[in-house]
């Protein structure tokens, strides 16, 4: 089992930057694929970076790409977004999520994920 834990959400002027943070716990031999995502009210989760931890091979949404950089301190379990030009369309409920890099299925479909953070609320005006 897995446990996430999500940091570094509040509320910030556009233009701005926060930095959330995902700490892991557990068995994370079965959690080498990490993803963030969002949800607005009344929206479908998004899937906005992700990264597998053995190599630190990224991918981003179109929405964040330049703007968005997810990173990793595996000596701390932690894996990092850091939100840089924010924009009030960035106003959403940020969740980690994890699940074996073996895993098929777009790294951006939720349903392919096992485990969740509870979230962290980011808010952009």
């Known amino acids: 089992h897995v446990q996430l834990v999500e940091s570094g959400g509040g509320s910030v002027q556009a233009g701005g930057s926060l930095r959330l943070s995902c700490a892991a716990s557990?068995?994370?031999?079965?959690?080498?694929?990490v993803a963030w995502f969002r949800q607005a009210p009344g929206e479908e989760r998004e899937g906005v970076a992700q990264?597998?931890?053995?190599?630190?091979?990224?991918n981003y949404a179109d929405s964040v790409k330049g703007r968005f950089t997810i990173s990793q301190d595996n000596n701390k379990n932690t894996v990092y977004l850091l939100m840089k030009d924010l924009e009030p369309g960035d106003t959403a409920m940020y969740y980690c999520a994890a699940r074996p890099a073996r895993n098929m299925g777009w790294v951006f479909n939720p349903s392919t994920y096992n485990y969740w953070g509870q979230g962290t609320q980011v808010t952009v005006s």
């Open positions: 557990g068995d994370t031999s079965v959690s080498d694929c």
């Open positions: 990264i597998y931890t053995d190599g630190g091979v990224t």
